[in-house]
């Protein structure tokens, strides 16, 4: 299975290093250690109160910066057009870069100018400040309207067995975008579940294998765990050179 999908000509590594609640030197040693073990996508976000943290370990790990897809969010309380340059600026000077690889809206706000906030993002972009757009936590219905605005290239949304994503999987495929899993092992909740326990055997897996092949497998989708020690970043990454029958992958979906 390939690693990378390509979308308009950029490279998105399909296994991503999740940094939510990662603080102070956990976060900065876990970004670098990361990347020392062939990481090659780190994703922030503002709400995190991070994006220092993450700079340093980028720093640190020593990897060129263009050999990395670094993702960045805005929170909700920013989606101002007017602030949206200053904000954006301010988690690259706190990144220690000049671009960042993806920018998405967080969350989407019921009073958000959804054109006004996308078209400064698209100004940004024409400046080389971001390489690609993107959204998080919206309906297939939202990420249209945002198509209809300017190219988006991302949803990141809560996928995993027990939170299906069918109409936004669908939306992604038919308009040449791709889903990010996130919370993608379901907090632990993957480990007690027999179904998936019982694949991992067969395949001499953990049940977080299982299910982030899994999630990679229906197409289109690039995950990204949170690990906060090195021994579950390195079985994360452990997830390619195996695959599960169309019978597992049903099995797996009808776990919850």
Same mark, same amino acid.
């Given at each position: 299975?390939?690693?990378?999908?390509?979308?308009?000509?950029?490279?998105?590594?399909?296994?991503?290093?999740?940094?939510?609640?990662? #603080?102070?030197?956990?976060?900065?040693?876990?970004?670098?250690?990361?990347?020392?073990?062939?990481?090659?996508? +780190?994703?922030?976000?503002?709400?995190?109160?991070?994006?220092?943290? &993450?700079?340093?370990?980028?720093?640190?790990?020593?990897?060129?910066?263009?050999?990395?897809?670094?993702?960045?969010?805005?929170?909700?309380? @920013?989606?101002?057009?007017?602030?949206?340059?200053?904000?954006?600026?301010?988690? /690259?000077?706190?990144?220690? *870069?000049?671009?960042?690889?993806?920018?998405?809206?967080?969350?989407?706000?019921?009073?958000?100018?959804? @054109?006004?906030?996308?078209?400064?993002?698209?100004?940004?972009? @024409?400046?080389?400040? +971001?390489?690609?757009?993107?959204?998080?936590?919206?309906?297939?219905?939202?990420?249209?309207?945002?198509?209809?605005? *300017?190219? &988006?290239?991302?949803?990141?949304?809560?996928?995993?067995?027990?939170?299906?994503?069918?109409?936004?999987? #669908?939306?992604?495929?038919?308009?040449?975008?791709?889903?990010?899993?996130?919370?993608?092992?379901?907090?632990?909740?993957?480990? #007690?579940?027999?179904?998936?326990?019982?694949?991992?055997?067969?395949?001499?897996?953990?049940?977080?294998?299982? *299910?982030?092949?899994?999630? /990679?497998?229906?197409?289109?989708?690039?995950?990204?765990? #949170?690990?906060?020690?090195? @021994?579950?970043?390195?079985?994360?990454?452990? +997830?390619?050179?195996?695959?599960?029958?169309?019978?597992?992958?049903?099995?797996?979906?009808?776990?919850?």
């Amino acid at each position: 299975m390939e690693q990378h999908i390509i979308i308009d000509d950029i490279k998105i590594p399909l296994l991503g290093y999740g940094t939510w609640d990662l #603080k102070g030197n956990t976060c900065v040693e876990g970004v670098k250690d990361a990347l020392n073990m062939g990481y090659r996508h +780190i994703d922030t976000a503002r709400m995190y109160g991070n994006e220092a943290e &993450v700079g340093e370990g980028i720093s640190k790990s020593g990897v060129k910066r263009e050999d990395i897809y670094l993702v960045t969010k805005i929170a909700p309380s @920013e989606l101002n057009p007017e602030r949206i340059p200053s904000v954006t600026e301010n988690s /690259l000077k706190k990144l220690g *870069t000049d671009f960042v690889d993806l920018l998405l809206i967080h969350w989407p706000s019921p009073n958000m100018d959804l @054109e006004g906030v996308l078209g400064a993002m698209k100004k940004l972009q @024409e400046k080389g400040k +971001i390489r690609q757009l993107g959204v998080s936590n919206f309906s297939p219905e939202l990420v249209e309207q945002s198509l209809n605005v *300017t190219r &988006v290239v991302c949803n990141q949304v809560e996928f995993n067995p027990y939170k299906l994503q069918h109409e936004n999987l #669908k939306k992604v495929k038919e308009k040449n975008m791709f889903l990010t899993a996130y919370t993608p092992i379901a907090k632990g909740k993957v480990f #007690k579940d027999k179904t998936i326990s019982e694949i991992a055997g067969t395949h001499n897996k953990t049940e977080a294998q299982v *299910t982030l092949r899994w999630l /990679l497998q229906h197409g289109r989708v690039s995950v990204i765990p #949170k690990a906060a020690g090195a @021994e579950h970043r390195k079985s994360n990454m452990e +997830i390619f050179d195996f695959e599960l029958s169309e019978d597992e992958m049903h099995a797996v979906a009808s776990a919850s």
